[in-house]
């Protein structure tokens, strides 16, 4: 059994619509297998699949959104940005990225 993969524009723009509008618009996909000779057949293997390599997974590979405030690049606006900038002041953080960095952190709670 060898691995599937789908890519393309339709499928990203799916996926994109599953994030902006949630459960609304996912009503999932249906794989239409095509016709080799008169064979037209694909198999997958379940998610109960004993044999973990053969059961279905779903990667989707994406670049997060720029997260204001996140100095130190983890992803998210912590007290550790706070830090990070205090620590690398002026080479290149300024006074406009501590106050960034505090708004968000504020926004979300220490
Ligand atoms: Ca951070």
Same mark, same amino acid.
């Given at each position: 059994?060898?691995a599937?993969?789908w890519?393309?524009a %339709? ?28 064979r ?9 699949n *004993?044999?973990?390599?053969h ?8 670049? *997060? *959104?720029?997260?204001? %405030?996140?100095?130190? %690049? ?11 900038? &205090? ?14 960095? &505090? ?6 709670? *220490?």
């Amino acid at each position: 059994m060898g691995a599937s993969a789908w890519t393309g524009a %339709g499928l990203v723009a799916d996926v994109q619509g599953w994030v902006d509008d949630g459960a609304a618009s996912n009503f999932g996909w249906i794989v239409d297998v095509a016709r080799v000779g008169n064979r037209r057949a694909k198999r997958f293997g379940r998610r109960e699949n *004993p044999t973990p390599a053969h059961r279905p997974t779903l990667t989707v590979e994406f670049t *997060p *959104p720029p997260c204001p %405030g996140d100095a130190n %690049g983890s992803g998210q606006v912590e007290f550790h940005d706070l830090t990070f900038i &205090l620590s690398n002041w002026r080479d290149p953080f300024t006074f406009d990225d501590l106050t960034e960095a &505090l708004e968000r952190w504020l926004d979300v709670g *220490p």
